[in-house]
């Protein structure tokens, strides 16, 4: 959930400090609405910054980490995918899964990783969804294990 302290209310003003109004949406629910001095997103071929004035952008995420920078220091999501939109010094997010860093599970992971690992695939296609699944899981266990 977004921070409830004062500078990041999504409402108020930023400080000087806090530039980027970064907002995820979920089909569900809007999971982040807060203030920030700096984003980091997931892209297919990498990380991507965003600070203060940054150009516009809209960009396809890749599954990792996103990580919220702010004065208190920063708070990892892993995210599914999705696209990202950076207008405004405001970052809007739209995801299937955003999923705070301190709450995924080690060993569910590694259980979910371990049965993946298992499932047989035949064709070119079962094999390409299988090593994204791979990849995916490997992705969040590795934040997961970051974040304990």
Known sequence: MASASTENRPNQSPSSEHSIRVQVVTPERIVIDEWVKQVVVPLPDGEFGIAKNHDPIIAKLGF?????????????????????????????????????????????????????????????????????????????????????
């Open 64 to 148: 990792g980490t996103l990580k919220l920078i702010g004065s208190s220091g920063s708070r990892k999501y892993f995210l599914n995918g999705g696209f990202v939109q950076l207008r405004d010094n405001q970052v809007v997010i739209l995801t299937d899964k955003a999923v705070e860093a301190g709450s995924l599970n080690v060993s569910q992971i590694e259980q979910d990783l371990q049965s993946a690992r298992s499932r047989s695939a035949s064709s070119d296609s079962e094999i390409d969804l299988r090593l994204l699944n791979l990849e995916k899981l490997r992705s969040r266990l590795r934040l997961a294990k970051q974040s304990k």
